[in-house]
Structures are given as C-alpha cells and as structure tokens.
C-alpha cells in the first residue's frame, strides 16, 4: 500500500490550525444527544471536510468513535494503516470499476462497503469466489433522498441474494435525509416512516448483526428517532451545524482557523486602484497588506471587495480582486501593522465576521463548502 502524502507539496505558510480539543469536545457532545448505545460514525470524506483525513483520523482514532466513512476506496486504502480499533466504511457503492484487488483488500480488511445492485453482487462473489473472505456490506434503502437508494422490492430482493452469497455477509441497513437540515422536518418524517416500514417488513431489527442507520449531522442533533443503531456525522465534527441554529442542543466548536502571514505592505493613494479589473478605487490615502492566498488555495474569487478577515482584534476588509495566489486587504485603520503579522482568513468562531457561515453568506453557499475549499496544499497544524 502506498501513502503518497509526503510527497506532496505544502506551503508551509498558509496555516490551517486544527484544533482536536473542539473536535473530541463535538464528537462527545453529538454522542451525549444519543443513547449510550448508539454507534458513532464520523464522515471523513472529502479530507475530512477540508481539516485533513490523516490529521483528524489520529485525532479521532483515540476517541469514542466506532466507523470512519468515507467516499472512496481510495480513502479507505490511505487510512487503513492507521485505523484499528475502528470500522471503515465507503459510501460510494462497491461497483465492477474495482480492482479484484481492491474487493480482495476491503473483504480481508474488514473494510465495510455498500452493495448497490445484483450486477455489483455477482462481480463481488465472483472476485472472492476463490478465497474465504467474506465482505461485510450495507444496503441503502431509497426513502425520498432519491440518489442512490433502492426501492423496497429491490433491496429485499438484494438482502435475499447477500444472505445466500458465502462471501457477502449484511452488516448493514441504511437510509439517507434529503431535508434535516431544515426547519420544516416533515419530509425528513416521512422519510423516516417509509425507512422503518421497510425495517418491519423485512424484519431487520430482529438481525442482531446488522447495523440500522439513518441520521446525519443534522438528524443526529434535531430528530432522535432518526438514530437507530448508528449516527453518521459529517459537519457536526468539524463545529458546524448545516446551517446556523439559534437554541441548538449541542455547542459545538470550530475546529478550524485558517492564517497567512502579511508578506507586504503598501500605500495607495486616494484615486489609484488595486488588483485585476480595477474594482477597488480607495477615496483616502490607503495602506493595503498582500496576504499569499488566494482562489488557487480555496479562498473563493467571489469574496473580492466583500469579504473581511482580522488582523489581531481588527477586523479589515478584503479589497480589490482575489487573485489565484494573492489578496489585498485594507490595513489602513490597523495600528503597529507589520510584514509577518498573521491575518485570520477563515476564524473559528461562529459569530466572527470571517467566520464560516458569514464567508458561506457572501458566497451564496453553505458552510460545508468553506473548509472544504481550503486546498490539501495548504499546512495543517494540529494542535
Ligand atoms: C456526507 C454524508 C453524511 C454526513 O453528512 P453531514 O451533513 O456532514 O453530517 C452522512 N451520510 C451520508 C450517506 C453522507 O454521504
């Protein structure tokens, strides 16, 4: 197996600071809203929603956390070395694009897989025909997310044909909300009336081996009859909750800051422009910091001229274009402002200014897509 993290390129002076205390401090504080219990799933996919699959796999790895999900094999190879006491499982149904050697791999290893069609079956039993092993699979059960669940009658049909392969065994039965996030929760109801029939009618609660899951971060904090036997928790981990709560149930942290140093400072006078397309003319005499980062590192070009960031307490407004590896900010008001000073680009602070929901806010966007942007480039400094 190979880990190609080394080799990749780091800037060492964009600097995502991860914080693991907030992240241990989310991941109790979603377990506590759910019975001692109930399994925790912490979704990692998409490098840990921008803070780092390895860095938060050994943060997580010590906590009380009983599957990683991720999206592909390919994140299930790259952790697997690190992981032991958890179960990792890839959302991304099994499918015929597998290597034999990747099916090998996620049955010897224990890694969990969702088997989506009999097609998917059939190469699986074919692949492992000639060993023992034996994969462990989930079936998603469409209850109005209308992705890639399926229908009652298929999923039985398919859970008839696991239980007969020697070498699939179910470990799992799962759902997904298309609406939990919401305020209104009556689709995410229905949803969930539809999820448990299927459970009654194919007599799934009574399979001591098969795990029932259906809630998101969302579901997890909002909706308790969503848990079943496990909570899969994406957003939540990181200090989020899918969109801004007022009373939530659980305080959870950011556990990200992104910082840059000031590699320059500047004046501009009253009536000259700055950066691309000349969108920003400053009326006064300006002094105005170039900070390294820009939309090649997942600062979005969408913030020009809109977004803040903070320069120890004071807070500054990003000027001008964001360039692919540069942005301006106005300093002028800033006092004892210096090269190497550190700006906060994205703050770990739900209220801040250059807080995820308010750069979410200026991009049309939710908070997931924020930290998700921040480039694999870019430092994480696990503190
Ligand atoms: C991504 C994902 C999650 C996590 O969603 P959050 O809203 O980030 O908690 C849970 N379940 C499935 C199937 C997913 O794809």
């Known amino acids: 197996m190979r880990f190609y993290r080394s080799q990749q390129l780091i800037r060492q002076d964009l600097e995502a600071h991860i914080y693991s205390q907030a992240m241990l401090a989310n991941v109790s504080g979603l377990k506590n809203l759910c019975k001692d219990e109930t399994k925790f799933c912490a979704v990692i996919k998409a490098n840990a929603y921008g803070h780092g699959i390895s860095e938060t796999v ?8 009983d599957f990683f999900a991720v999206a592909s094999i390919y994140e299930a190879i790259h952790i697997l070395g ?37 097609e998917d079956l059939g190469f699986v039993s074919e692949t492992l025909s000639t060993g023992k092993s034996v994969l462990r699979v989930h079936v998603n059960i469409e209850s109005g997310m209308g992705r890639n669940g399926l229908d009652a009658e298929l ?4 859970i008839e044909r696991i239980d007969r392969c020697p070498n ?23 949803q969930l009336e539809k999820f448990n029939r299927f459970l009654d009618e194919n007599s799934i609660r009574d399979r001591d081996d098969v795990i029932i899951h259906a809630a998101n971060s969302a579901a997890t904090i909002k909706i308790p009859e969503s848990h079943f036997d496990m909570v899969r928790c994406g957003i939540a981990i990181y200090g989020y909750y899918s969109r801004p709560m007022s009373d939530p149930p659980v305080k959870l942290t950011p556990a990200m800051k992104l910082q840059a140093p000031i590699v320059k ?44 960031m903070k320069v120890g307490d004071s807070v500054v407004s990003v000027v001008g274009r964001v360039c692919m590896d540069q942005v301006l900010i106005d300093v002028t008001d800033v006092p004892n402002v210096a ?23 200026l991009a049309g966007t939710i908070c997931y897509e924020i930290p998700i942007c921040v480039h694999a480039h870019v430092n994480r400094i696990v503190h």
Request: charged residues 20%.
């Open 58 to 65: 050994n943060i997580l790895k010590k906590a009380d956390v």
């Open 155 to 158: 999923a039985s049909g398919l």
């Open 82 to 118: 690190m992981v032991k006491k958890q179960t990792i499982l890839i959302l991304e149904p099994i499918n015929t694009t597998y290597s034999p050697d990747q099916v090998t791999i996620c049955a010897r290893k224990g890694i969990h897989c969702v088997l989506s069609s009999a």
């Open 265 to 308: 400072l500047k004046n501009i006078a009253a009536g000259d422009s700055v950066s691309y397309g000349r969108s920003f003319i400053p009326g006064r005499d300006t002094a105005v910091a170039i900070v390294p980062l820009g939309y090649a590192d997942g600062y979005w070009r969408s913030f020009s001229n809109r977004a803040k």
């Open 339 to 361: 090269v190497g000073q550190m700006v906060t680009i994205i703050d770990n602070d739900h209220r801040s200014p250059c807080g995820a929901y308010a750069l979410a806010e």
């Open 168 to 190: 699939t065994s179910l470990a799992g039965v799962y759902t997904h909300l298309a609406t939990a996030d919401e305020e209104d929760l009556s689709y995410a109801y229905v």
